[in-house]
C-alpha cells in the first residue's frame, strides 16, 4: 500500500531535541531545540537562570548534549548565548553551539507559529526524570494563546496546554502539532495545583513564533509539513493468505481474569476509543511496575470479548516472562495462521519473520497486547525507550503503518520512543490510583472500617495498585482487616519511590509469613517466567512426597493467592510480579540459600521434559531452561552438551539455520559467561565445547548486526580451536573474522589476518580453505584499488576451485566479490555470467543473502549496459529477498542498488527514503564501506533535489572516511560524483 495513507511519520522529536546541562556538565536543568544546521538552540531563559547564568548576557555559556541515536554519535558542546529578548518577558533565549557545526537537515526542528494550532493535538518530548527513567513523552491538547500574566510585556501571547505528563525537566521541550506537523511552542511552564486538584492538566508554552523577531535567519513555516511515509511490510501474499481464522484467543501468558476491579474508565475509554475509530493503531500504556497496567489490559480485552466486537482473534505476548523476539514472532506465525505455517517456513524469500505476520494482520483484524516490552527495551543511555531487537522495531513500525484492519496494546515501564513519531500511535500513561478509587481497591481486598480510615490509608500509602494489594494483605494477616492498627507501619516518606515502598512493605508482611510460605516464593523467584506446579514441586523436593506437596496446596499455595501476593495465569502457572520476585530472590540470597542445590532441583526437572523431536521454540523450551539452570548450578559442561545436544540437534543447529532464533541462542549462551557477559571467557573447562561455544556466539553476534563483538569472539574461537590443533576450524573462524572487517572497512587488520589464513588453510590442508583465503585477498586487493594483484589472486582461487572443488566456479561472497572486481576492470559480461551463476548455486543452497547481492549486481551491470528494464527487475528482485532475511548488509546494498537506478532513470520516487535508511543501517551496523557508498548515493540524489550544499557535505564524508580506511573506489567514486554534481549547477 503507498500513497497518502502511508504518510504518517511525524518530525521525530528525538532528533531536534538537546539535553541543556550547567557549563561544567555536572546537572541537566532542561531540554533545548535544534533549529538550524549550523547549531542554533532554543531554549527557555529559565533554564539558563537554572544554571546559574544570566540569558540577556550575550556570549554566557552552558554546555549542550546532543544525545546519541542509533545511527550518528552523539557529543557535547559548549553553547553561548546569541539572542535574548531583551526588555521583554517572553521566556525564550537562542544559544549557537561553539565551533564548526554541520547539522544533518533531520535533526533541525521545522518550525510554524501557535496560532492557528488552536484545538489541535500535541506531543512532547524532554529530559523530565523520572526515577532512573531519563527522557519522558508527553501529549495532551493545545488550547490556544491566552493573555501575559500580570506587569509582563511579552512579543507574543502565551500558549495554554493541557497535559497530564509536562514537570520539571520539561522545561524548553518542543510542542509538536500533531495535525500542522509543526513545532509551534516551547514548553516553559506548569501549574502546580493545591490539593483539590483544579487546573492540574493545565501548563503553557512560548510561541515559536518569537523566535522571528531574533533576526536570525530561523525558519517558520505558514504552510503544514508534509508527513512521511511509512513503508509497508513486503512479504509473500500468497503465504499470508494461507491463514485461517483463529479457533480462539492466544491468552495464555494473560493474567487471569480480573475480579478486584477499581476505576482505570478513562484508560478503557481511551483504548475503546482507538479500536473503534481505527485511525490510532497502536496504543503504548507506560507507567511503573506494579501500577496494574497488566490488568487494565486484561480488563479491556474482557469487555471486547463481552461485547463481541468483530476481532478474529486476540494474541498475548509477555515480555517479562518470555523476553525473546524469536519466541514471539515464531508463537505469532503459529497462531495467525492457525498452525499451518511453521516458524521455519517464515523469513527469506516468504519476507521476513515480523514482515509475514504483518501481512497476515491485514488478511484479518486481530488484536495483539504485548506485556511487558520493557523486558527489551533500552533503559538508560541514549537509546533509551528504543528496543533491543531489530525485528521486533520491524514489527512495531509495521503494526504502526496503514494498510492493516489489526490493533496493538503495549505496555511498558519505559515510553515507546521508536513510535513516537507515528501519528498512527498513541501514548496513554497510566497515572496512579486515585484515593476514593484507593479505598475501593483495599475495600475489595478485605480491609473494613469507614470510608474516610480506607481514604487515610490510600492517601498516605499512594495510588501504587501493587502497593495497596500488599498494604490490604498485611492488614489481613496481622489484623483482620483493621485499617486502625496501620498505625504500626508508619507510613512511607514522600521521598521514597514506588519501588522502595513495595520493598519496605514486604519487609513487614514477610515477617508475618510462616516458614512455609516464605520457601515458595523463593523457590518461585527461583524461576524466570510462569511457575508449573510439577516444577514448583520439583525445587521445593517433593517430587515423591505427595502427602507433603497436598499440605501445600491446601494451606501454603491457597493462602498465598488469597492474599494476591502469588497469582495464575490464565493457564494456571503461579506467577509472581516482577518486583516480588525481585525482592524474594535478594532475600533468599541473604538467607544464604543454597542456590546451586535449588538449580540443581530446577535442571534435573527441566530434563525430564526435553521433547524427544523438536521442531519449534516452543518445544525447545524445556532445553533451554533445563541449560539456564545447569548453568545456574555451575555444571557448565553438561549445560553445553544439552545446548549442542538438543537445542542445536548437533550439526543440524535447529534453534539458528533452521529456527533463525538467532537471539534465543544468544540469550542462551549468555549463562555460560560470568556475569552474562560474552567478552568475558565461558566458563567451560572442556576445549572443545569452548571453541564451539565461542564460534556460536560470534556467529549470533554477527548475524544480530552486532559485528565489532562478532569480529572479537570470532578471534577468540580461532584462538581456542589452534590451541586444539583443530586447524580448519581455526581456518573458518579466520576467514569469518576477515569477511566481518572488510565489512567494516578494517582493511589494515585484514592485511594481518590474511597471511594468517593462509597459513591456517595449509596447516590444515584443505584446498577450499586455501581457496577463500585467495578470494578475501583479492576483495582486498580490489577495495584497496591494486587491480592486478586482485586479477592474480582471483585467478588463483579459480584454479583450485576447477582442480579440487566440486563446483568449478567462485560462488557465495566469493563470486560476488570477483563479479565487482571484473565490473571495475570492463569485464561486465564476465561479471554478469559470474552473477547468473552465482544465482543458481546460492539458490539451490538457501543462501539467499548472496542470491540478494548477487542481483544488486546484475542490476548494476544492467544500468552500465543502459538495460533498465532489466536492471530493474534485478534490483526489485534483491529488495524482496532482503528484505525477507535478517542481514542488514545485504538491505543496505539492496537499497543503494534500487537508489542507484532511481538517479540513473531520474524517477525520485521512494530513492531519497531508500538512502536515508541504508545509510542508517550502514552507520549503526559499522559498515564503513557501505556508508560511503551511501554517502555517494545521497549527494547525487540531494543535488538532483536542488540542495548543493548537503550534496557537498555527504561527498566530503564519503571522501575522509575513504582516506581514512584507505578505501580506493570509495575516493574514485566520491571524485566522479564531484564532477557530476558540478555539472548539475552549471545547467
Known amino acids: ?57 550575550l556570549g554566557a555559556s552552558v554546555t549542550v548534549d546532543i544525545p546519541r541515536r542509533q545511527d550518528r554519535p552523539g557529543w557535547s558542546a559548549v553553547a553561548r548565548v546569541v539572542w535574548y529578548p531583551d526588555g521583554f518577558d517572553d521566556d525564550i533565549v537562542c544559544l ?26 500535541f506531543r512532547s518530548y524532554g529530559f523530565r526524570r523520572l526515577q532512573k527513567y531519563l527522557g519522558g513523552i508527553a501529549d495532551g491538547m493545545i488550547l490556544g494563546e491566552v493573555e501575559p500574566p500580570e506587569e509582563a510585556v511579552a512579543l507574543t501571547d502565551p500558549v495554554q496546554l493541557r497535559s497530564t505528563q509536562i514537570n520539571a525537566g520539561m522545561s524548553g521541550s518542543p510542542v509538536l502539532d500533531t495535525v500542522r506537523n509543526l513545532i509551534v511552542g516551547v514548553v516553559s511552564e506548569t501549574w502546580i495545583p493545591d490539593t483539590t486538584g483544579k487546573d492540574s492538566e493545565t501548563a503553557w508554552a512560548v510561541d515559536a513564533r518569537v523566535i522571528g523577531f531574533s533576526r536570525l535567519g530561523i525558519d517558520l513555516s505558514d504552510h503544514p509539513l508534509p508527513l512521511r511515509r511509512a513503508e509497508p511490510p513486503v512479504f509473500d501474499e500468497a503465504l499470508a493468505r494461507q ?80 523476553p525473546s523476539t524469536d519466541e514471539f514472532l515464531s508463537a505469532a506465525v503459529e497462531f495467525l495462521s492457525g498452525g499451518r505455517l511453521r516458524p521455519a517456513d517464515v523469513g527469506g524469500e516468504a519476507g521476513s519473520r515480523a514482515a509475514v505476520v504483518a501481512g497476515v494482520m491485514q488478511q484479518r483484524r486481530y488484536l495483539f497486547v504485548l506485556d511487558g516490552l520493557e523486558a527489551l527495551q533500552y533503559e538508560r543511555g541514549d537509546q533509551y525507550g528504543s528496543v533491543t531487537s531489530q525485528e521486533l522495531y520491524d514489527f512495531l513500525r509495521f503494526a504502526a503503518t496503514p494498510g492493516h484492519q489489526s490493533f496493538c496494546l503495549l505496555t511498558s515501564r519505559v515510553p515507546v520512543l521508536d513510535l513516537a513519531a507515528y501519528s498512527t500511535y498513541q501514548h496513554a500513561a497510566i497515572v496512579p490510583l486515585s484515593v476514593a478509587e484507593g479505598r475501593d481497591l483495599l475495600r475489595k481486598l478485605g480491609v473494613i472500617g469507614p470510608d474516610a480510615s480506607l481514604e487515610q490509608l490510600a492517601a498516605d500509602w499512594g495510588g501504587h495498585a501493587l502497593t495497596l494489594t500488599l498494604v490490604a494483605a498485611y492488614l489481613q494477616r496481622r489484623y483482620a ?21 513495595v520493598r519496605r512493605i514486604l519487609r513487614e508482611y514477610d515477617d508475618l509469613l510462616a516458614e512455609e510460605e516464605r520457601q515458595v516464593l523463593v523457590r518461585c523467584s527461583l524461576f524466570r ?63 544464604q540459600l543454597d542456590w546451586r542445590q535449588a538449580h540443581e532441583l530446577a535442571f534435573a526437572y527441566y530434563r525430564s521434559a526435553l521433547a524427544p523431536a523438536p521442531a519449534s521454540l516452543d518445544d525447545l523450551e524445556p532445553a533451554i531452561e533445563a541449560v539456564h539452570h545447569a548453568c545456574r548450578a555451575g555444571r557448565y559442561d553438561e549445560a553445553c552438551d544439552i545446548a549442542y545436544d538438543h537445542v542445536y540437534l548437533g550439526d543440524r543447529a535447529l534453534v539458528t539455520s533452521e529456527l533463525n532464533a538467532y537471539e534465543a541462542a544468544l540469550s542462551m549462551f549468555t549463562g555460560f559467561f560470568p556475569g552474562g557477559d560474552v567478552h568475558a571467557e565461558p566458563l567451560l573447562s572442556d576445549p572443545d565445547s569452548r571453541g564451539w561455544l565461542l564460534h556460536e556466539v560470534a556467529a549470533c553476534l554477527q548475524m544480530l548486526g552486532r559485528l565489532r563483538e562478532a569480529a572479537s569472539t570470532f578471534r577468540r574461537a580461532s584462538a581456542a580451536f589452534v590451541e586444539l590443533g583443530s586447524w580448519h576450524e581455526a581456518a573458518v573462524s579466520c576467514q569469518n573474522v576477515t569477511e566481518l572487517y572488510l565489512h567494516l572497512g578494517a582493511l589494515s587488520s585484514c592485511r594481518r589476518l590474511i597471511p594468517e589464513a593462509f597459513d591456517l588453510a595449509g596447516r590444515a590442508a584443505d584446498k577450499e580453505d586455501e581457496l577463500v583465503a585467495e578470494t578475501l585477498r583479492g576483495a582486498l586487493a580490489h577495495i584497496e584499488g591494486r587491480s592486478t594483484e586482485a586479477e592474480a589472486a582471483f585467478g588463483h582461487a579459480l584454479r583450485i576451485a576447477t582442480a579440487h572443488t566440486p563446483i568449478p566456479a567462485l560462488y557465495s561472497s566469493s563470486g560476488t566479490r570477483y563479479a565487482e572486481h571484473l565490473m571495475r576492470v570492463g569485464r561486465s559480461a564476465e561479471a554478469l555470467a559470474v552473477l547468473r551463476r552465482n544465482v543458481e548455486i546460492c539458490r539451490t543452497a538457501g543462501w539467499l543473502a548472496d542470491v540478494a547481492r548477487s542481483h544488486v549486481g546484475i542490476g548494476d551491470v544492467h544500468v552500465a549496459a543502459g538495460d533498465l528494464d532489466a536492471a530493474r527487475t534485478a534490483y526489485d528482485e534483491a529488495l524482496r529477498v532482503a528484505r525477507g532475511i535478517t542481514r542488514r548488509d545485504v538491505l543496505v546494498a539492496a537499497l543503494l542498488g534500487r537508489s542507484r537506478f532511481d538517479i540513473a532513470t531520474g524517477d525520485r520516487g521512494d530513492s531519497l527514503t531508500h538512502a536515508v535508511h541504508a545509510l542508517h543501517l550502514a ?46 573506489w570509495g575516493e574514485h567514486d566520491a571524485a566522479v560524483a564531484a564532477g557530476v554534481i558540478e555539472r548539475l549547477r552549471g545547467v
Open 96 to 121: 549557537r553551539l561553539r565551533g564548526r557545526v554541520d547539522l544533518p537537515a533531520d535533526r533541525v526542528a521545522a518550525l510554524g507559529s501557535a496560532h492557528d494550532s488552536q484545538d489541535n493535538r
Open 481 to 501: 482487616g483493621d485499617p486502625r492498627r496501620i498505625g504500626a507501619l508508619p507510613p512511607p516518606g514522600s521521598g521514597l519511590s514506588e519501588g522502595e515502598r
Open 529 to 591: 517466567g510462569p511457575v508449573e506446579d510439577d516444577a514448583l514441586r520439583a525445587v521445593l523436593g517433593l517430587a515423591g512426597d505427595d502427602a507433603g506437596w497436598a499440605r501445600t496446596v491446601a494451606r501454603t499455595l491457597l493462602y498465598l493467592e488469597v492474599a494476591r501476593v502469588l497469582r495464575r495465569d490464565s493457564r494456571s502457572r503461579l506467577v509472581l510480579h516482577p518486583l516480588v520476585r525481585d525482592f524474594y530472590q535478594a532475600h533468599g540470597r541473604r538467607e
Open 243 to 322: 491463514a485461517v481464522p483463529v479457533p480462539g484467543h492466544r491468552l495464555a501468558d494473560a493474567p487471569s481474569v480480573v475480579t478486584d476491579w477499581v476505576g482505570r474508565e478513562d484508560l478503557i475509554g481511551l483504548f475503546d476509543e482507538a479500536w473503534e475509530g481505527r485511525r490510532i493503531l497502536v496504543v503504548g500504556m507506560i507507567g511503573f511496575g506494579g501500577e496494574g497496567k497488566s490488568s487494565v489490559a486484561r480488563r479491556w480485552i474482557d469487555t471486547v470479548v463481552e461485547r463481541g466486537d468483530d476481532v478474529a482473534g486476540i494474541f498475548w505476548w509477555s515480555f517479562t516472562e518470555r
Open 923 to 968: 552507520i549503526i551496523g559499522g559498515y564503513r564501506l557501505y556508508e560511503v557508498d551511501a554517502r555517494i548515493v545521497l549527494a547525487q540524489l540531494r543535488a538532483h533535489a536542488g540542495d548543493p550544499e548537503a550534496a557537498r557535505a555527504e561527498l566530503t564524508q564519503a571522501q575522509e572516511i575513504s582516506i581514512e580506511i584507505g578505501y580506493y
Open 1 to 57: 500500500m503507498t500513497g497518502s495513507t502511508d504518510r504518517v511519520i511525524l518530525q521525530d522529536l528525538r532528533n531536534c531535541t538537546v539535553r541543556v546541562r550547567t557549563l561544567d556538565g555536572a546537572a541537566v536543568v532542561g531540554t533545548g531545540i535544534i533549529v538550524s544546521r549550523d547549531g542554533l538552540v532554543i531554549t527557555c531563559a529559565h533554564v539558563l537562570r537554572a544554571a546559574a547564568v544570566d540569558p540577556a548576557e
